[in-house]
């Protein structure tokens, strides 16, 4: 695998890449991140993957100075899945000057996480453009765990005429319902216990349970919720009567540890 630093060492060898599937990361990679590179390598000739922890969508009370960092572990797993190229590039290769410019998601990227993380989208679909131009990718890879960024990006590529396909992986769990995130890992031992709680009342949601009614079991287990809302899974606008395509998303937060899921029903 070769790990390229800069862009234009990432210009010289792309005629070598062709057919470029591409899994952007933040790193710490856990099995999630690697059911995408499968994905990617699936559905490509190449596989490319990016590590970057990228500052501009972490409000200043969030967590980007202690965002779990393991970029020698993450270079094995991905070496093991044969990927072929890693983008790590440092701050000041992609972002060199102030981001003036900078992408204006759609409307829905203020509402559900929008709500709570104000900037968050912009954030994501600046660095996610800037990542394609980089890679120019044919395919990039995108879990549905975050399925509001799944979206976004998705509106994005089709409004930008962007040159590339948006392929979407199925959210990988632990044995006990829990979403993997990297974020899990902040999670002490009785509140890892308690964490796949978020998966069951989505559950229950997506059985009949009112979302005002899961918000109040997870408050009377311990948790602080964010928003369980039903949505339309195809614009995430609030479900019409006679709308079947639906996805149930939550986010609450444990402790100090803000966890998010879905679920399509
Ligand atoms: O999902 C993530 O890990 C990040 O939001 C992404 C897409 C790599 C952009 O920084």
Partial sequence: MKIVRRIDELRRIAPDLPDLAFVPTMGNLHDGHLSLVRLARARARHVAASIFVNRMQFA???????????????????????????????????????????????AIAGELEGRFRPRFFHGVATVVLKLFNCVQPRIAVFGKKDYQQLHIVRAMTRQLNLALEIVAGETVREADGLAMSSRNGYLGAAQRTAAPQLHRVLQKVARGMACAQAMDELAAAGWRPDYVEVRRRSDLAAPQSGDRELVVLGAARLGSTRLIDNLEF
């Avoid at 572990?73 to 790590?88: G, I, K």
Wanted: contains cysteine; negative net charge.
């Fill in 60 to 106: 200043p009370n969030e967590d980007f100075d202690s965002y779990p960092r393991s970029f020698d572990a993450d270079c094995a797993r991905l070496a093991a899945e044969s990927v072929d190229l890693l983008f790590a590039p440092d701050e000041a290769v992609l972002y060199p000057e102030p981001q003036q410019c900078i992408v204006e998601p759609p």
